[in-house]
């Protein structure tokens, strides 16, 4: 077998990608499903439905640009199933306010995330992930929901900012144990793969969700 | 207050039919997203995720419709949460092929009633019902699934074919609930409400249950 040329890593570097973002958005999708039960009213149950059918849409545009590369969105998606679950099931809502947090806050930091990988990429594949890591509209469905119930609860503000400091540490944990899996992905998103550009990562990251919480109106 | 002409009942009769039908699609959308985590790998987990976005989509146009015509969805959809809330609670599937039995058998008695009803009301809403009623590519999908349980497990065949007769029944057991419930219904599906229009509905839509079990491979 000939030797993997720096092509054909490039190569393996965006179907890891793709499919990694698949797998989130396949997931994404499922979680808000089962969290907009929590919502309670119709209006907000359709409102956190409509993000994860737009989530759906996310899916299915990587899956295509995973077949138009000649990979199977199966087989690109399979390796980064279980950190993804475990992500998801070690930062499950309890309760609405959770849930609501957790579809900004948390959905905002794995975009970031991949957002610092997608720089790197072929123009059509980097247009894509940006156009799927589109946030539009959840900050104010999300501040509207979170102000509601801290009207009505106004201790609620320190547990809500303990939860999204927990999704974001989870979040950091589980992508470490994915970019130690998979080289491909932490060369995307350090270069050499230095540790130098790894932590200035983390701490924009750290940043953006300082932003978020500000927008929630929750003490980051 | 004036006394409801004839118009205005028309006119509350299609918000009604617009109503019970964004709630089905709403609710399908939810019972389909999880029911697609029973699928057995993540091609089909997928595709049952696709139909629930699709579903989605669908409750998108009729509550954007309701608003077109000055009403609001989540007013028009109050009346029909509890028959339909009870449908899904007395048919949740407990296996996959159960699932994919009542995506294709359960979901298309509700499209037929729901068709019964469409045939008379305004053009531009008897097109979007008629859009938001396909079924496309699910009779393939659905029969490609219950072929591969019945290949592993031949003794399956019996019981679902009794999974699928207990979604009819329940299915017009609910629909008369909501019929005796509204008016405005009940004059939609039998013109003046007379029983002969009734049961010759009820009529076609047993015959077209026997033409999707047999689409299945299933004994009616």
């Known amino acids: 077998m000939a030797r993997p040329t720096d092509e054909d890593s490039a190569a393996a570097a965006v179907v890891d990608l793709l499919g990694v ?60 199933v279980a950190a993804i679950e475990t992500w998801h099931t070690l930062t499950e809502p309890q309760t609405w306010p959770e849930a609501v947090v957790k579809a900004y806050v948390g959905d905002g930091i ?33 501040a509207a929901e979170v102000q509601a119930a801290l009207a009505r609860q106004p201790a609620l503000a320190g547990r809500l900012a303990l939860w999204a400091r927990r999704l974001l540490g989870e979040a950091i944990s589980q992508s470490q144990h994915v970019l130690a899996d998979r080289e491909s992905l932490l060369r995307l998103v350090s270069g050499a793969g230095d540790l130098g550009a790894l932590s200035a990562i983390m701490g924009r990251i750290a940043e953006r969700h300082r932003a978020r919480m500000r927008d929630l109106g929750l003490d980051p």
Chains 1, 2 share one sequence.
């Open 110 to 142: 794995a975009a970031d995330f991949y957002r610092e990988m997608a720089g790197v990429v072929d123009g059509d594949t980097g247009r894509l992930i940006g156009e799927v890591l589109t946030e539009e509209g959840r900050a104010e469905f999300a």
């Open 21 to 80: 973002l698949a797998y989130g958005e396949l997931c994404a999708f499922d979680r808000l499903a089962d969290d907009a039960r929590m919502a309670p009213d119709l209006a907000a149950r359709a409102a956190m439905s409509a993000m994860a059918a737009t989530e759906f849409g996310h899916y299915r545009a990587l899956a295509d640009r995973l077949r138009e590369l000649g990979a199977d969105p199966v087989a690109a998606m399979a390796p980064f």
